[in-house]
């Protein structure tokens, strides 16, 4: 019996604590300013439902996204616009921003998901779940730093 993987597809789950209140946490995802900071030189936002993000994620391919829901502190989704070399697939790839308020500080999750569990895909899914990954780890370093300048919590290391 040979298995095939049409239709099949997978994601990713990142999950960081910010030693931060929410709302900079917040600012940090939607201020164009600080994503160019902590996820890639000349990144762009319209923070808004219906706006648009534009970055380079993961430092190779240039990612555009329609913002189908905002919800301000609390969740933010991305829908991916086409844009992968050479690929003909009718992959919707989505990255879904959830931030919750932690016992010190703000809990960040980024939920991937869409993308065909097929050989071709391979380095795009793994680039992008590192990228993210790499990335939110930077985001956690430029938000606690500045709570830190702003007299705000303090990360225990």
């Known amino acids: 019996?040979?298995?095939?993987?049409?239709?099949?597809?997978?994601?990713?789950?990142?999950?960081?604590?910010?030693?931060?209140?929410?709302?900079?946490?917040?600012?940090?995802?939607?201020?164009?300013?600080?994503?160019?900071?902590?996820?890639?030189?000349?990144?762009?936002?319209?923070?808004?439902?219906?706006?648009?993000?534009r970055a380079n994620v993961d430092r190779v391919t240039e990612t555009e996204a329609h913002i189908d829901i905002y919800e301000p502190q609390r969740r933010m989704r991305l829908i991916h616009l086409p844009s992968y070399d050479n690929l003909t697939s009718q992959a919707t790839l989505v990255d879904d921003f959830l931030l919750d308020e932690a016992p010190v500080g703000a809990t960040l999750r980024i939920l991937g998901s869409g993308f065909p569990a097929e050989e071709l895909w391979d380095a795009i899914y793994l680039r992008r779940r590192a990228g993210w990954e790499r990335a939110l780890a930077r985001l956690k370093v430029l938000v606690e730093r500045e709570a830190r300048a702003a007299g705000g919590p303090e990360t225990r290391g």
């Open 1 to 53: 019996m040979t298995c095939t993987m049409t239709g099949r597809t997978r994601g990713y789950a990142h999950r960081v604590d910010v030693a931060a209140a929410v709302p900079a946490v917040w600012t940090a995802l939607t201020d164009s300013r600080a994503l160019g900071l902590w996820c890639a030189p000349g990144a762009e936002i319209s923070a808004r439902a219906g706006g648009a993000f």
